[in-house]
């Protein structure tokens, strides 16, 4: 009888919990071949338990190294020190992180130092400047330089992995596990439980959703994009906004102060990943600067239009599903303009094919471990 692979799946932000539940999923259920934990370091704690119980994955590890006011730097020591106790007692023969967070490049450094196998899940995204988005870009970057394995979801991930010299043979295309995820909790007949949502008219409305909270546009980017939204929802009676706005302070304030005020635009808390996905799948359209909706808004036929300059994600942009529009304010509120009132403009970018998968990538991360993966069988 051959061992079982001993995997060792680790994340700590809600992002990263949402893509990997796929994945760890199919390896607690292929339990002939795998042996599998998962660690978490709670980077983020909340919004993380969030997900674990809509997935209902309970960790085997918990590092729980969230604190008020903690750096970049506290991160990184914290998971290396606590991954490095739990490496050598595990004893796992591959490691597997996602994308591009701080807990994902200490993860896979800690992993090295142990002289322990990498998977990278979601690799090869990359913008082309390290201070944007920050510091998501190097994360991403020194993580794939550790890495051994590439799990690409797109030909042009596979590229620009190709570009630094990774050995093409270590490198798969596989697509997003994001798919997988969104698939599992869309449902037409969905519900809201949030009395904003469930009074909100879907049908005769034209709900604009968006997401903004990235590091860069803090200050005078988030308000040139706040007053173009603004002058969006005062100019179309037919719109509204809905905006979850992130638990930065800062944040926070800005959108109180610009947008607090307009009657048709309703600021929120920060949904669960299950209602937030069916408001994707129920808004006319996705304004944001975050990562992961360029990926889960065109599955479900949703243009996006991009506020910031640059994108670690091209496909959905050469796909036409998504738009970059930066942040000048006058840029913005054409962007939205456009979608508004050219329906050929719209439909095209709705209609338009999503480059990231069919919802089969766990199945085809896991098949390429245990066919690629010696370890100690």
């Known amino acids: 009888m051959m061992n079982k692979i001993k995997v060792l799946s680790v994340f700590g932000t809600r992002p990263e919990a949402i893509k990997m539940a796929p994945l760890v999923k199919k390896l607690i259920e292929n339990e002939v071949d795998f042996d599998s934990k998962v660690l978490v370091t709670a980077q983020h704690r909340e919004m993380l338990d969030q997900v674990l119980d809509i997935f209902e994955i309970v960790p085997d590890y918990d ?65 082309g400047n390290k201070y944007s988005p920050y510091p998501e870009e190097m994360n991403r970057s020194l993580t794939g330089r550790i890495a051994d394995f590439h799990f690409a979801p797109t030909k042009g991930n596979e590229e620009n992995l190709i570009i630094e010299n990774i050995d093409r043979e270590n490198i798969y295309i596989t ?3 994001v798919i997988d995820a969104l698939k599992s909790v869309v449902d037409e007949k969905f519900k809201f439980s949030q009395a904003v949502l469930a009074k909100l008219d879907f049908e005769n409305r034209r709900v604009l959703l968006l997401t903004a909270h990235r590091r860069e546009n803090i200050g005078e980017p988030m308000e040139n994009i706040f007053k173009a939204i603004l002058k969006i929802v005062q100019e179309f009676d037919d719109v509204e906004l809905i905006y979850p706005v992130h638990m930065n302070p800062v944040v926070q304030n800005t959108a109180q102060r610009i947008l607090g005020s307009e009657e048709r635009i309703h600021l929120i ?41 640059e994108t670690e994600r091209p496909e959905a942009v050469d796909a036409g599903t998504v738009k970059i529009v930066g942040t000048n304010e006058n840029n913005v509120y054409d962007a939205i303009k456009l979608l508004l009132t050219n329906k050929k403009e719209y439909e095209e970018m709705a209609n338009a094919v999503n480059p990231y998968g069919d919802g089969e990538t766990a199945q085809r991360i896991i098949d390429i471990i245990k066919k690629k993966s010696n370890f100690n069988r």
């Open 269 to 309: 808390e920060p949904l669960e990943y299950v209602p937030f996905a069916n408001l994707i799948s129920k808004s006319f359209l996705v304004l944001t600067d975050s990562g992961g909706i360029q990926e889960e808004a065109p599955a479900l036929g949703k243009p996006v239009l991009v506020l910031r300059e």
């Open 175 to 177: 697509g997003n596990t």
């Open 63 to 127: 590092l729980n190294i969230m604190k008020h006011g903690q750096t970049l730097g506290d991160i990184t020591s914290e998971v290396i020190k606590g991954l490095d106790g739990i490496l050598k007692e595990f004893s796992p023969d591959i490691v597997l992180v996602h994308g591009d967070t701080t807990t994902s490049f200490a993860a896979a450094l800690a992993a090295f130092y142990n002289q322990v196998t990498v998977g990278h899940v979601e690799a090869g995204l990359r913008s």
